[in-house]
């Protein structure tokens, strides 16, 4: 299985901020990497598919990038309604695998 | 429009058998590419891919539960089952339904709360 390590596991920011999250794979996933935001008592919503495509209506202060085994979640310009919890996923390989999370908490 | 929707028992006992219903609309699962992928989560924890179904009906578990899990479809091509055998408390999570067509979850149901407990 590929594993996913995801940092950090919580970050708190200031509104109008920009943060960053990582998430590192075991081997190389050649960009097949998703971000998901899930906020509380909700179902995860995709954000970012093929490492750094903006899905569809995703606010576009939302970025990604990364390749081979390295890649990282942008957040510009922080709004209160991004306080989630947000999750990596790569998809080269089955079994799916995720990311631990991270928790984004306006400071 | 594309909604998925998961059912379950809500609370079952241990060493029973869980069934799940995901019922989707507004795509066929007998269109050409199109997977199911069921996913669980427990409170407060990450997300755990269980399996999958495609179009053509092939099959996709994960291999830590693999001899513990069967997915299947309906004829209609509308819904999609999970079935966990011998469940024990370390299965209680909410378990989603999502379309991953191309590996991702760009649809996902609301989930479905299940408790293991004696």
């Known amino acids: 299985d590929i594993r996913m390590t995801q940092s950090p596991a919580s970050l708190s920011a200031s509104l109008g901020e920009t943060v960053n999250i990582e998430c590192l794979a075991s081997?190389?996933?050649?960009?097949?990497l998703a971000w998901y935001q899930q906020k509380p008592g909700k179902s995860p919503q995709l954000l970012i598919y093929n490492a750094n495509s903006l899905q569809n209506g995703v606010p576009s202060r939302f970025s990604g990038s990364g390749s081979g085994t390295q890649y990282s979640l942008k957040i510009n310009s922080l709004q209160s309604e991004d306080v989630a919890t947000y999750f990596c996923q790569q998809y080269n390989n089955y079994p799916l695998t995720f990311g631990s999370g991270t928790k984004l908490e306006i400071k | 429009q594309v909604t998925l929707k998961e059912s379950g028992p809500g609370m079952l006992q241990p060493s029973k058998t869980l069934s799940l219903t995901c019922s989707f609309s507004g795509f066929s699962l007998s269109t050409s590419g199109m997977v199911v992928s069921w996913i669980r989560q427990p409170s407060g924890k990450s997300l755990e891919w269980l399996a999958a179904i495609d179009w053509d009906g092939d099959k996709y578990y994960n291999p830590s539960l693999k001899s513990r899990l069967t997915v299947s479809k309906d004829t209609s091509n509308t819904q999609v089952f999970l079935k966990i055998t011998s469940v024990d408390i370390a299965d209680t999570a909410t378990y989603y339904c999502?379309?991953?067509?191309?590996?991702?979850?760009?649809?996902w149901g609301q989930g479905v709360m299940v408790t293991v407990s004696s």
């Open positions: 999502a379309r991953t067509n191309r590996g991702f979850g760009d649809y």
């Open positions: 081997e190389d996933i050649y960009s097949d």
